[in-house]
Nanobody, 124 residues
Framework: VQLQALGGLVQAGGSLRLFCAAS????????MGWFRQAPGKEREFVAA????????SYADSVKDRFTFSRDNAKNTVYLQMNSLKPEDTAVYYC???????????????????WGQGTQVTVSS
């Protein structure tokens, strides 16, 4: 599975929509996740979405600001980020987990495939 994502630069309080497109295998079989890593910090979970899109999970730090969705027909997931804060600045990674929705969706080690990462910068 090849994963590619696009990020960007935005001012604090603004919005940005991340895309992650997948190719190579049946996209709908994967639980998808977003993780991020800020300079000098460990990678952290952001959000996850089930195969059908019916279930989602969010980190407390982004809950009510970020929305994770997917379009299996287009092999693409979307992370709508609103009310962005400077502390959201990080490299964002999309990831694919070839398993059922489970209690480990927030754990990076559970994911089988990773994108190259995309920079999101929120200026104050």
């Amino acid at each position: 599975v090849q994963l590619q994502a696009l990020g960007g630069l935005v001012q604090a309080g603004g919005s940005l929509r991340l895309f992650c497109a997948a190719s190579g295998r049946t996209f709908s079989r994967f639980v998808m996740g977003w993780f991020r890593q800020a300079p000098g910090k460990e990678r952290e979970f952001v959000a996850a979405i089930s195969r059908s899109g019916g279930w989602t999970s969010y980190a407390d730090s982004v809950k009510d600001r970020f929305t994770f969705s997917r379009d299996n027909a287009k092999n693409t997931v979307y992370l709508q980020m609103n009310s962005l804060k400077p502390e959201d600045t990080a490299v964002y990674y999309c990831a694919a987990d070839d398993s059922q929705w489970n209690a480990w969706v927030s754990v990076g080690a559970a994911y089988d495939y990773w994108g190259q990462g995309t920079q999101v910068t929120v200026s104050s």
